[in-house]
């Protein structure tokens, strides 16, 4: 019997398709370019604002030097450099694209790292930038896919350790803030060289991993300034918002006495949401018409609440300010019918059966009675809710919030002790005790869970269903897959037209060509060596790109 081309199950009933972009690995390798500079800011991690005089003086500097077309001054960015207050940062991203692509509009996918909104070591972990191994890989799996991954830092900097739970909601506040400008002006710069990048400027969707999932969500949400001004985000010793736009811009992140972006004229919506932890800032701000959302959050996560409840800082354990979690802003999400483009799909894979099976279900929870259940709403359709043990510990915050995480034991932040630790441990230690089965294989089995449950919703919401490519692989079919020395193309549809193939390597060379003048053709592979190739048809009704495997 033959075998058709990695045939995947029904993304949709009635829908299949055969395997190509998107939803499957069709590309072997990955091309980064590491530490691009999207933005250049003000760094509130390394400045020093108690003296305003010279803060206002480094400013004149340094926006006078942007003016005038010169470079902002060395002494800037230096935060040894005594010669200044005012420091300014460098924003990078890494940019991730499938080798041997064809493709030139490609859709965006963000990664927006998680980290507390300080450094790792800093922020009590080891995690915390766009190097962490949760960001290169999944950049690297969505890569593979057909998309264009790009996995972007941002601006840290804020003060966990303050007494003050009012200054501490602020400060973190305000960093969740600049992270969001940072992400619209990431958006604004990546919509402006979208011919470049190869990417559909149409076509833009959010990954946000713990903080970045606070980002993601708000970012996604956050729409007007009245939404900055409900009463938890007003400072009771100024009965205004903890957030000054006179001093740190607007929603879009223009504006502001200190802030350096600049408007291009590009616009910086963007059509889904997904978030693994955080949670949403405030459930007022989700509305009709924002992004799409899918969801990954565990239940008992210690950190950020699952339905509606306060964040608490990994550092100190201390509570910061209210919010709502999955199961929460899903339910209203799909109400809303923001959902739309995938909830009036019909899914029945394994991971979306996973999924549905925990809603309306409840578990037992991390604090004591009354409070020790928690049920899973049940209209919350592309939310994947995590279930890992309870923690028998009797130590709350050893339950596991994040378990897609991973690192090296033997890395510099992982192998410090941490200070003030009594018995002294290392940073792995500690992340152990919080994800005792911390590995890469079982971080990565998790981001396989995500993709395989994320990325067809995804596919109907960014509209990569149904356009020529699918429609044409859905006309062809190439087998065995391996093969050995010949492969069998046959083409279903008597009305595709097809005078020629190329067989393409992981590079985008063409390794042979030939003739098509059949429905039914052999093709001798004879003369290629073992590796992962392209079989690309160029037909009346658009191009093929089928990827295989010579053995």
């Keep these: 019997m033959k075998k058709r081309l990695l045939l995947i199950m029904a993304l949709a009933s009635g829908v299949t398709f055969a395997q190509t972009r998107y939803n499957d690995e069709v590309f072997s390798q990955v091309n980064v370019t590491s530490d691009v500079t999207y933005a250049t800011n003000i760094d509130f991690l390394t400045s020093d604002f108690s003296d305003p005089a010279q803060v206002q003086a480094d400013l004149t500097a340094i926006k006078t030097a942007i003016a005038t077309g010169q470079p902002i001054p060395a002494t800037y960015y230096d935060p040894a450099d005594a010669n200044s207050d005012l420091k300014v940062t460098e924003v990078k991203m890494d940019i991730y694209e499938p080798v041997g692509d064809t493709v030139s509009n490609r859709p965006l996918a963000i990664y927006i790292h998680t980290g507390n909104f300080l450094p790792p070591g800093v922020n009590g972990g080891i995690n915390g ?253 592309g939310l994947y809710p995590v279930i890992r043990p309870l923690t028998t510990s009797g130590n709350l915050f050893l339950n596991v919030g994040s378990p897609w995480q991973w690192w090296d034991p033997n890395g510099p932040i992982a192998s410090q002790t941490v200070p003030g630790s009594n018995p002294p441990v290392t940073y792995h230690q500690q992340g152990l005790a919080g994800n005792p089965n911390m590995s890469p294989s079982f971080g990565r089995t998790y981001q396989d869970t995500i993709l395989g449950y994320a990325v067809p919703r995804m596919m109907f919401t960014l509209n990569l269903i149904g356009n020529e490519e699918y429609a044409v692989n859905n006309f062809v079919d190439l087998y065995p897959n391996p093969a050995g020395n010949e492969l069998n193309l046959t083409i279903t549809d008597a009305d595709l037209v097809v005078n020629n193939f190329e067989v393409l390597n992981t590079g985008g060379s063409v390794a042979m060509q030939g003739e098509v003048s059949n429905l039914s053709n052999r093709i001798n592979i004879t003369q290629l060596s073992k590796g992962v190739y392209f079989l690309k048809l160029n037909t009346n009704k658009g191009t093929s790109l089928q990827r295989f495997v010579k053995q």
């Design 129 to 381: 930038s766009k190097n962490d191994s949760s960001a290169i890989v999944m950049c690297e799996k969505l890569a593979k896919r057909g998309f264009v991954a790009i996995a972007a830092n941002y601006r840290l900097g804020w003060n966990p350790l303050d007494p003050n739970q009012f200054v501490r909601r602020a400060q973190l506040l305000n960093a969740v803030y600049r992270a969001i400008h940072d992400m619209k002006e990431l958006v604004r710069v990546t919509r402006a060289d979208a011919s470049n990048l190869g990417i559909d400027p149409t076509k833009i969707a959010f990954f946000g991993e713990g903080s970045g999932g606070y980002v993601a969500l708000a970012y996604a949400t956050l729409d007007k300034w009245s939404e900055v001004e409900i009463p938890k985000f007003i400072n009771p010793a100024t009965s205004s918002s903890f957030v000054d736009s006179n001093q740190v811009g607007n929603i879009e992140g223009l504006g502001g006495l200190l802030n350096l972006y600049e408007d291009n004229g590009q616009p910086t919506d963007i059509s889904f949401c997904l978030n693994m932890g955080g949670a949403l800032a405030d459930i007022s701000w989700l509305e009709a018409g924002d992004p799409a959302m899918v969801a990954f959050h565990s239940v008992r996560d210690p950190f950020a609440p699952f339905g509606n409840g306060t964040v608490v800082v990994p550092t100190t354990q201390e509570d910061v300010v209210d919010v709502s979690g999955a199961n929460v802003f899903m339910q209203k999400a799909n109400q809303l019918g923001n959902n739309a483009s995938f909830t009036s799909q019909t899914f029945n894979d394994p991971i979306t059966q996973a999924a549905r099976a925990r809603y309306g279900q409840t578990y037992a929870y991390i604090f004591p009675a009354p409070f020790d259940t928690i049920s899973v709403n049940t209209n919350v359709e």
